[in-house]
């Protein structure tokens, strides 16, 4: 099970549920409604207002607004990105937290997971720096080199990885089986499985 992206924002400006919804609303103009988590039924948009935050770890206590501070959290669709977890949306996860810096000035912003024992942080500017640099070096290729590395010559089923001609790299595994290998360039998004009747590497779209 991958780690989702947390959120949640302290201020203590008096925010009403009725302005905490108009928020949402332009939150989700600005960055598109499918990138957050909205559910119609249950009357819940990208932010509501919270009494109180959890966090995956039983050694650590939920988090609690100190008077006069409101709780805002931020319903992100995206995995978590962060030093050892490289997947999720990072320019997605920072510009957020940057519009909410503009939007409501004096806030904090906190960001975290909802598992694995990611606890949340205060996205400072010192913070958000440091993943973004974290990003601009790396990238996602951590993360996705840990399915296959694409620097082996021969993987331990006996199958190389191909070559993108296109972007002159090797391809990156993601699937496995029986006479089976599925790759992906991640520089173009390039896909090729073998085929099982004839062994052969196809071009295909991502399974």
Request: proline share 3%; with cysteine; charged share 25%.
């Amino acid at each position: 099970m991958g780690i989702d992206a947390e959120m949640f924002i302290k201020t203590r400006q008096k925010l009403s549920n009725k302005s905490v919804r108009s928020l949402s609303v332009d939150l989700c103009e600005a960055f598109g409604s499918d990138k957050f988590f909205l559910q119609r039924k249950e009357d819940k948009h990208a932010l509501s207002i919270s009494s109180s935050i959890n966090q995956d770890s039983n050694e650590v206590p939920e988090i609690i607004p100190n008077n006069g501070e409101t709780f805002i959290e931020i319903s992100l669709w995206t995995r978590y990105y962060g030093d050892n977890y490289e997947r999720g949306d990072v320019c997605l996860i920072l510009n957020v937290a940057n519009w909410f810096k503009n939007r409501l000035p004096d806030c904090e912003v906190w960001y975290g997971g909802d598992s694995s024992g990611v606890e949340f942080e205060q996205l400072t500017e010192e913070k958000i720096n440091e993943i973004w640099n974290h990003f601009c070096l790396v990238g996602h290729k951590p993360y996705e080199r840990g399915f296959g590395d694409d620097n082996s010559s021969l993987n331990n089923d006996g199958c190389s990885n191909p070559k993108c001609d296109f972007c002159n790299v090797k391809m990156l595994r993601y699937g496995w089986g029986p006479n089976y290998a599925a790759y992906r360039c991640y520089g173009c998004g390039l896909n090729m499985k073998t085929d099982k009747e004839t062994g052969q590497l196809v071009i295909t779209e991502k399974e």
